[in-house]
């Protein structure tokens, strides 16, 4: 059966009963959203604050394949495998972005017998949190152009308005445009453009804002351009738009509660893509869930050294939170791509490919290891092509390494799949082995920010920017030098160069542009050819999905 079929088939439990149950959370402090999903209140997670924290799992991957890795299948089969063992754990993931789901990355809900439902709700409009982010994104813009209209007292220069407009979608069209034709009644006519949602710095307020005060701060925070002549900048509470963006984002704010297909809990909560944001679901939700829980499971968007480089280096270190230890997700199928083995051609037993593919998943390690000082279990993401010479392969390589591989089949057999990687990570998460720390010193230079996650993760010899992203640099260190940097390059390689697979060495990391995240607090340093507006492939999934005449969704994974 397709994910979806799966899914459909799920006998999921009343929300209200699931929370009460499960978590103790009477039904009061939930906002339902029909019977499967809730909201959860602000203030009853603020009543949790004297609560002990439970354990904080990573999930994440090696570089991304056409051959696929299945990180969010792992985060959801190891979260049901650890309350099939008996400990009392929460899972927390991100949302996904609509785009992404009619193109070509499919959802995020999870695969097989290891999905969160209800998945059809999950992977579209779930509770109009993208909606709601979309809305206060987009009023900010309207602010500025109206403001420009009618005076413009605070001088903006149209030709220096850092704040884009957002859709929720891949269209390629609206990259760069044109606005404000028409006449003078239309206001000033000035290039625009749009990102996706997903991209949006409203998206990573929200997720690394812990309360509603903190929520309304940033957004009034918010760089939206400079002044003419003297290049002052200007910011949204110059505009006094903080109020009305908070109050379109005040329930967007508050966790989604929903469950495995084991019916166990999971926060599904904001949604930036970690290429080009900072990839981790809400602090709000990952806080509750370690008060609520003795192991809280969570992934980080791509590979290690995009989203799990960004959940440490920028929401722990903004969040106060220090992981025990991480899971990193691999397939056979994938390391052999990373080798140069063609899709077609993956099925086949291939141990010289494995071998050469394996870079890639020993870098990844030794940077969670030796570069975050934590404890790491690698997880083989199981497919029935696997050979047992593969395997061991990987197993000795592994342990060369001085971790472990777990097989899991948790895709087949859901949480009961993945209960011997539960009980390596139980293990590892318990010894209190990790010697946690950041990738770089929070007032360090930001060139100098860039330049140690590039040679230091990526295996470059150094970085580069062109005139323009130079100046960009100059102009923001002064004052964002204290800020952790976001790098936005392609997922799929360690280098710009997507089709660069493996663990490449000796390359340079070009830096095209710099944009001060200051609502966020964070530096996005776009490498490459990095697109924020995705595009839509030549054939996208949107072509497959439909819904019957009964309201029945197929096609959707």
């Given at each position: 059966m397709s994910d979806i079929e799966i899914a459909q088939k799920a006998k999921m439990l009343p929300i209200i009963d699931l929370a009460k149950h499960r978590l103790g959370i009477a039904p009061e402090h939930l906002d339902p959203h029909g019977h499967y999903k809730a909201k959860l209140s602000l203030d009853y997670i603020d009543g949790l604050e004297d609560r002990p924290n439970g354990k904080l799992i990573l999930v994440t991957a090696i570089s991304p394949t056409p051959a696929g890795e299945g990180k969010t299948t792992t985060t959801v089969g190891l979260g049901d495998a650890l309350n099939r063992l008996g400990k009392k754990t929460m899972i927390c993931l991100r949302e996904p972005?609509?785009?992404?789901?009619?193109?070509?990355?499919?959802?995020?809900?999870?695969?097989?017998?290891?999905?969160?439902?209800?998945?059809?709700?999950?992977?579209?409009?779930?509770?109009g949190d993208f909606h709601a982010i979309g809305v206060a994104h987009n009023l900010l813009s309207a602010m500025i152009d109206n403001h420009i209209h009618h005076g413009n007292r605070l001088n903006l220069d149209p030709r220096q308005i850092a704040w884009k407009r957002v859709i929720d979608m891949n269209d390629r069209a609206l990259r760069d445009i044109v606005i404000g034709l028409g006449g003078t009644a239309n206001g000033f006519a000035r290039e625009d453009g749009f990102d996706i949602i997903a991209a949006s710095e409203v998206m990573a307020i929200l997720c690394l804002s812990s309360s509603l005060k903190e929520l309304k701060e940033r957004l009034g925070n918010i760089l939206v351009g400079y002044t003419r002549f003297d290049n002052k900048p200007v910011f949204a509470r110059d505009l006094n738009a903080q109020g009305a963006m908070a109050a379109l984002l005040k329930?967007?704010?508050?966790?989604?509660?929903?469950?495995?297909?084991?019916?166990?809990?999971?926060?599904?909560?904001?949604?930036?893509?970690?290429n080009i944001a900072h990839g981790c679901n809400s602090v709000v939700a990952t806080k509750a869930a370690?008060?609520?829980?003795?192991?809280?499971?969570?992934?980080?968007?791509?590979?290690?050294d995009l989203g799990a480089e960004k959940f440490i280096d920028i929401k722990c270190r903004k969040a106060g939170l220090r992981p025990d230890g991480v899971v990193l997700v691999a397939t056979v199928r994938a390391l052999k791509s990373h080798g140069g083995v063609p899709v077609k051609e993956l099925q086949q037993e291939n141990l010289q490919a494995l071998e050469a593919g394996f870079v890639n998943l020993a870098r990844h390690l030794d940077n969670v290891q030796q570069r975050?000082?934590?404890?790491?279990?690698?997880?083989?993401?199981?497919?029935t092509s696997d050979t047992d010479a593969e395997i061991a392969l990987l197993k000795r390589k592994v342990e060369e390494k001085g971790s472990k591989v777990i097989v899991c089949r948790h895709w087949a057999e859901g949480g009961k799949g993945a209960e011997d990687l539960a009980r390596e990570v139980v293990g590892m998460a318990d010894a209190g082995q990790s010697d946690f720390s950041f990738l770089y010193e929070e007032r360090a230079p930001l060139w100098d920010k860039i330049k140690t996650i590039a040679t230091q993760l990526y295996g470059a010899a150094d970085i580069t920017a062109d005139i323009k992203a130079r100046q960009q640099l100059e102009r923001l260190s002064e004052e964002y030098s204290h800020f952790p940097v976001c790098i936005a390059k392609t997922q799929y390689s360690f280098s710009n160069d997507p089709n660069l697979k493996g663990a490449p060495s000796g390359h340079v990391l070009s830096i095209r542009e710099v944009r001060p995240s200051h609502g966020a607090e964070f530096v996005v340093a776009v490498c490459g050819s990095m697109m924020t507006m995705p595009g839509l492939p030549k054939v996208p999934a949107a072509e497959a999905i439909d819904v019957d005449d009964n309201g029945r969704i197929t096609g959707l994974f």
């Open positions: 972005a609509l785009g992404p789901c009619f193109g070509v990355k499919g959802g995020a809900a999870g695969g097989g017998y290891a999905q969160v439902v209800p998945m059809e709700d999950i992977n579209l409009h779930f509770t329930d967007a704010l508050r966790p989604n509660l929903v469950q495995t297909l084991e019916n166990n809990p999971v926060f599904v909560h904001g949604g930036p893509f970690a370690l008060k609520l829980a003795d192991y809280v499971v969570t992934e980080a968007g791509f590979g290690a975050f000082g934590l404890p790491c279990v690698v997880a083989i993401n199981h497919f």
